[in-house]
Protein backbone atom coordinates (compact mmCIF):
# COMPACT_ATOMS: atom_id res chain seq x y z
CA UNK A 1 0.00 0.00 0.00
CA UNK A 2 1.05 3.47 -0.90
CA UNK A 3 -0.68 6.48 0.93
CA UNK A 4 -0.45 10.14 -0.57
CA UNK A 5 -1.07 13.58 1.01
CA UNK A 6 -1.50 16.55 -1.49
CA UNK A 7 -1.19 20.15 -0.33
CA UNK A 8 -1.12 23.54 -2.09
CA UNK A 9 -4.49 23.89 -3.52
CA UNK A 10 -6.40 26.76 -3.40
CA UNK A 11 -7.76 30.19 -5.06
CA UNK A 12 -5.77 32.19 -7.92
CA UNK A 13 -6.71 34.79 -10.86
CA UNK A 14 -6.19 33.78 -14.24
CA UNK A 15 -2.72 34.42 -14.97
CA UNK A 16 -1.83 33.16 -11.60
CA UNK A 17 0.64 30.26 -10.33
CA UNK A 18 0.15 27.11 -7.86
CA UNK A 19 2.48 24.84 -6.49
CA UNK A 20 0.95 21.41 -5.77
CA UNK A 21 2.87 18.86 -3.70
CA UNK A 22 2.16 15.61 -2.73
CA UNK A 23 3.75 13.53 -0.27
CA UNK A 24 4.00 9.41 -0.09
CA UNK A 25 4.85 7.01 2.22
CA UNK A 26 4.22 3.50 3.06
CA UNK A 27 5.74 0.63 0.10
CA UNK A 28 7.30 3.30 -1.94
CA UNK A 29 9.91 1.20 -2.86
CA UNK A 30 7.87 -0.22 -5.68
CA UNK A 31 6.99 3.08 -7.36
CA UNK A 32 7.39 3.21 -11.16
CA UNK A 33 5.76 6.23 -11.95
CA UNK A 34 4.22 9.58 -9.85
CA UNK A 35 1.82 11.91 -11.53
CA UNK A 36 -1.18 14.13 -11.14
CA UNK A 37 -4.65 14.13 -13.11
CA UNK A 38 -7.68 16.15 -12.54
CA UNK A 39 -11.43 16.17 -12.39
CA UNK A 40 -13.92 18.96 -13.00
CA UNK A 41 -17.32 19.19 -12.70
CA UNK A 42 -19.10 16.92 -14.61
CA UNK A 43 -16.19 15.88 -16.60
CA UNK A 44 -13.68 12.70 -16.32
CA UNK A 45 -11.01 12.29 -14.71
CA UNK A 46 -7.72 13.20 -17.09
CA UNK A 47 -4.24 12.76 -16.94
CA UNK A 48 -2.51 16.13 -16.21
CA UNK A 49 1.11 15.45 -15.87
CA UNK A 50 3.32 12.01 -15.16
CA UNK A 51 6.84 11.50 -14.55
CA UNK A 52 8.59 8.17 -14.92
CA UNK A 53 10.99 6.59 -12.42
CA UNK A 54 13.36 6.86 -15.09
CA UNK A 55 12.96 10.75 -15.43
CA UNK A 56 10.39 10.45 -18.85
CA UNK A 57 7.62 13.37 -18.48
CA UNK A 58 4.49 13.58 -20.51
CA UNK A 59 2.09 16.19 -20.59
CA UNK A 60 -1.38 16.89 -21.39
CA UNK A 61 -1.35 19.12 -24.75
CA UNK A 62 -3.95 21.61 -22.27
CA UNK A 63 -0.66 22.52 -20.21
CA UNK A 64 2.56 22.04 -22.12
CA UNK A 65 4.33 25.09 -21.18
CA UNK A 66 3.08 26.29 -18.78
CA UNK A 67 2.74 23.14 -15.68
CA UNK A 68 6.36 21.14 -15.13
CA UNK A 69 6.07 18.29 -13.06
CA UNK A 70 9.51 17.42 -10.67
CA UNK A 71 10.66 15.39 -8.14
CA UNK A 72 12.98 15.21 -4.76
CA UNK A 73 12.78 11.64 -5.40
CA UNK A 74 9.93 9.31 -7.30
CA UNK A 75 9.80 7.50 -3.95
CA UNK A 76 8.73 10.88 -1.89
CA UNK A 77 7.91 13.98 -2.52
CA UNK A 78 6.32 15.16 -6.18
CA UNK A 79 5.42 18.48 -7.82
CA UNK A 80 3.40 20.35 -9.54
CA UNK A 81 4.17 23.90 -10.68
CA UNK A 82 1.12 25.28 -12.34
CA UNK A 83 1.73 28.58 -14.39
CA UNK A 84 -0.54 31.16 -16.22
CA UNK A 85 -3.66 29.71 -14.82
CA UNK A 86 -6.91 29.66 -16.65
CA UNK A 87 -10.12 29.11 -15.37
CA UNK A 88 -10.24 25.77 -17.28
CA UNK A 89 -7.95 24.72 -14.90
CA UNK A 90 -10.65 24.65 -12.34
CA UNK A 91 -10.62 21.14 -10.76
CA UNK A 92 -9.96 18.49 -8.28
CA UNK A 93 -6.39 17.81 -8.61
CA UNK A 94 -5.44 14.44 -7.68
CA UNK A 95 -1.44 12.95 -7.02
CA UNK A 96 -1.18 9.45 -8.19
CA UNK A 97 1.51 6.68 -7.79
CA UNK A 98 1.80 3.50 -9.88
CA UNK A 99 3.46 0.27 -8.41
CA UNK A 100 3.44 -1.56 -11.96
CA UNK A 101 -0.43 -2.25 -12.54
CA UNK A 102 -1.93 -0.64 -9.00
CA UNK A 103 -2.39 3.19 -9.07
CA UNK A 104 -2.66 5.04 -5.56
CA UNK A 105 -4.37 7.97 -5.31
CA UNK A 106 -4.37 11.18 -2.95
CA UNK A 107 -7.73 12.78 -1.37
CA UNK A 108 -7.48 15.49 -3.96
CA UNK A 109 -7.06 19.33 -3.80
CA UNK A 110 -9.40 21.52 -4.88
CA UNK A 111 -7.74 24.37 -7.52
CA UNK A 112 -9.97 27.28 -8.69
CA UNK A 113 -8.90 30.16 -11.14
CA UNK A 114 -11.29 32.87 -11.32
CA UNK A 115 -11.55 36.43 -10.43
Known amino acids: QVQLVESGGGWVQPGGSLRLSCAAS????????RGWYRQAPGKKREMVAV???????RYVDSVKGRFTISIENIETMVYLQMNNLKPEDTAVYYC?????????WGQGTQVTVSS
Open 51 to 57: IARGGGT
Open 96 to 104: NAATGPTAY
Open 26 to 33: GAIGRISS
